[in-house]
């Protein structure tokens, strides 16, 4: 508890510096850690949520890689027709 003496003792320094001291008890706002009310309400997504979107992404990469591979196949099929039918070509020829 504080006793603050008021009268003749109170020198003209100790006026002003009482007049100028902050409450440090009283919590200020801080410019730079300052949110808006729509960030400070946002709601954060789940950790199963987080999940769910890792998930649907990895299915969204393997489908296009299995379109992916889908058409090497059928290129690759394409590639042995025109050589079995070369090697026919040959047989027929020679």
């Given at each position: 508890m504080n006793i603050l003496a008021v009268g003749l003792s109170m020198t003209p320094?100790?006026?002003q510096w009482r007049d100028q001291k902050v409450n440090d008890n009283i919590p200020m706002s801080n410019s730079e850690n300052?949110?808006?009310l729509e960030e400070h309400l946002q709601v954060l997504p789940s950790d199963i949520e987080i999940i769910k979107k890792d998930f649907e992404k990895r299915i969204l990469e393997l489908g296009k890689k299995i379109e992916q591979l889908e058409?090497?196949?059928?290129q690759l099929g394409l590639d042995v027709n025109i050589q079995n039918l070369e090697k026919w070509l040959w047989k027929r020829v020679y």
């Amino acid at each position: 508890m504080n006793i603050l003496a008021v009268g003749l003792s109170m020198t003209p320094e100790y006026s002003q510096w009482r007049d100028q001291k902050v409450n440090d008890n009283i919590p200020m706002s801080n410019s730079e850690n300052a949110r808006s009310l729509e960030e400070h309400l946002q709601v954060l997504p789940s950790d199963i949520e987080i999940i769910k979107k890792d998930f649907e992404k990895r299915i969204l990469e393997l489908g296009k890689k299995i379109e992916q591979l889908e058409e090497e196949k059928m290129q690759l099929g394409l590639d042995v027709n025109i050589q079995n039918l070369e090697k026919w070509l040959w047989k027929r020829v020679y």
